[in-house]
Each structure stands twice: as structure tokens, then as C-alpha cells.
Nanobody
Framework: QVQLVESGGGLVQPGGSLRLSCAVS????????IGWFRQAPGMAREGLSC????????WYADTVKGRFTTSGDNAKNTVYLEMNSLNLEDTAVYYC?????????????????????WGQGTQVTVSS
């Protein structure tokens, strides 16, 4: 059974930073992808980044490229989302999932599977 558990959310002031973690379990190899998403109240879910754990190839959405950094640690089965220069518009619930769906560099990158798994989400609130 694949499970994803996010952590690291919280309250941060504008201009601050946070690092989210996504602990992954249940895969028998590192041949999987992890996407980071967020959803603000009343807004559609937005894909932020995608990492292929085996090849360590990473894509970013245009909306966060340059501010957010995704990395993976295969030894710990954990994916991170480092968020810098946070602003009020970054307030949302952040999720990791075993799928990718983002718009970056003029392209729509989507990777889904017959069954995709989601974490429970972690709240990020940017406020002064």
C-alpha cells in the first residue's frame, strides 16, 4: 500500500521560507514520480513541481520557478519542497501525489497512472 505523508507546513511571514517534506512508503523501487500541488480556498488545484525519483529529473510550474525547489532523497524515500520568498498568494494546502500535472516553459506536463495516491495535505499560511 503506497502512502504519502506531508509535513512542514505552518505560519510564515511574507518573504519567509518553509520546507515541506513528503515521506513516501510502499514502493518496491525508486521508479516513481512525485508531484507537488497546492489548493487555495475557492481556487483550482495547481501543480507546482514534479520529480522522477529514479532519474532525478525535475520540472517546475512557471508560477513557482525560481522561488521553489524540489529535491528527492531516495535513501529516505522523501521528497522536499523548499519554498522561498513566500507571499500572501502562496497560502494554500500543499499536497504531494504520485502524479504530475503542471504548466511550465510553455508546456503542459502531465503524468498519471491507473492508480494515483495523495497525501493528506499540509497547510501553509503566509501572513504578517
Amino acid at each position: 500500500q503506497v502512502q504519502l505523508v506531508e509535513s512542514g507546513g505552518g505560519l510564515v511571514q511574507p518573504g519567509g521560507s518553509l520546507r515541506l517534506s513528503c515521506a513516501v512508503s510502499g514502493f518496491t523501487s525508486d521508479n516513481y514520480d512525485i508531484g507537488w500541488f497546492r489548493q487555495a480556498p475557492g481556487m483550482a488545484r495547481e501543480g507546482l513541481s514534479c520529480i522522477t525519483m529514479k532519474e532525478n529529473v525535475i520540472w517546475y510550474a512557471d508560477t513557482v520557478k525560481g522561488r521553489f525547489t524540489t529535491s528527492g532523497d531516495n535513501a529516505k524515500n522523501t521528497v522536499y519542497l523548499e519554498m522561498n520568498s513566500l507571499n500572501l498568494e502562496d497560502t494554500a494546502v500543499y499536497y504531494c501525489a504520485t502524479k504530475c500535472d503542471l504548466y511550465g516553459g510553455g508546456f503542459h506536463y502531465e503524468k498519471t497512472h491507473s492508480t494515483d495516491y495523495w497525501g493528506q495535505g499540509t497547510q501553509v499560511t503566509v501572513s504578517s
